[in-house]
């Protein structure tokens, strides 16, 4: 479904990538992990539009988005989260979804002026997904709470809500679970798992191993903006290169 092909980006002389080869299988989840600094939010800034290479190739569904804007993007069915929440913190958690839904509405910008039918129908069918999606995360009890007084785990669980909101093909999940205790991982996790269930492809990045190893199919590991290893979860465990960039002395014994 994706694909990165000799993918480099460059910030005036900080190699941020370089030529990355990477596929995200339809219908799979994929995780991405790496230590601080090793390019992976970059990355995602490249696959979702925010940022584009300086070469390489980047196609989804066959279709290249190498440089296409983000609203282009987001159409084509590729949502995201990001590592610092983005949430519109004054406005209510059902407003927030609602908003999110805008690049899926049809009515004309007349229609909405002068409050016709068509208009009414869709605000009703988008009300109606939002507050599905907010039942979803357990957080239909919270649409008239402004965003930005929710907890933080909340605050995580609506960012994914409004991702879903896009009605994507792909979501990018950028450190789902930072700032989750562990029942709160676990519990994303089994989302993740029955979004994927339901026809969603999942590209996770994410620190957190014992989330990467409760979800994820294939593992890419990322050091110094290169690819250095790729493969499940047990056999990247025992990679000596991944267990010196990465994964550490207490991963090599059988923690996570």
């Known amino acids: 479904m994706l694909t990165l092909t000799d993918v ?11 030529t990355v080869n990477m596929s995200v299988p339809a219908g799979k989840v994929t995780g991405l992990i790496g230590p601080n600094g090793a390019g ?3 990355l995602i800034n490249n696959i979702s539009g925010l940022d584009h290479p300086t070469s390489g190739k980047i196609t989804f569904a066959g279709e290249d988005i190498t440089t296409a804007p983000p609203h282009r993007i987001t159409r084509l069915g590729i949502a995201r989260t990001y590592q610092n929440i983005r949430l519109f913190g004054e406005m209510t958690v059902l407003e927030n979804l609602l908003i999110s839904q805008h690049a899926r509405g049809s ?3 007349l229609e909405a002026m002068i409050f016709a039918p068509r208009y009414r129908q869709e605000e009703r069918r988008l009300r109606d997904t939002a507050m599905h999606l907010l039942e979803r995360f357990n957080l239909a ?5 402004r965003a930005g007084a929710l907890p933080y785990g909340d605050q995580r669980r609506l960012e994914m809500a409004r991702a879903l909101g896009t009605q994507p093909k792909l979501i ?7 700032g989750m205790n562990p029942v709160e991982t676990h519990e994303l996790g089994a989302q993740i ?10 590209l996770v ?21 290169q690819i250095i290893a790729h493969g499940t979860y047990d056999a990247l465990r025992g ?3 991944v267990i010196e960039a990465y994964l550490g002395k207490e991963d090599e014994s059988g923690a996570a």
Do not use: W
Not at 141 to 145: C, F, I, L, P
Not at 193 to 202: D, F, M, P, S
């Open 8 to 18: 480099s980006r460059q910030f005036g002389g900080l190699q941020a990538l370089t």
């Open 40 to 42: 992976k939010t970059t």
């Open 107 to 109: 009515a004309t910008a």
């Open 141 to 145: 009890h919270e649409a008239k709470t």
């Open 172 to 178: 990018l999940l950028d450190e789902p679970t930072a």
């Open 193 to 202: 798992l029955r979004l994927n269930a339901e026809g969603i492809t999942v």
């Open 205 to 225: 990045i994410e620190h957190d191993m014992s989330l990467i190893r409760q979800v994820c199919e294939q593992i890419y590991v990322l050091n110094f903006g």
């Open 239 to 241: 990679d000596p290169r």
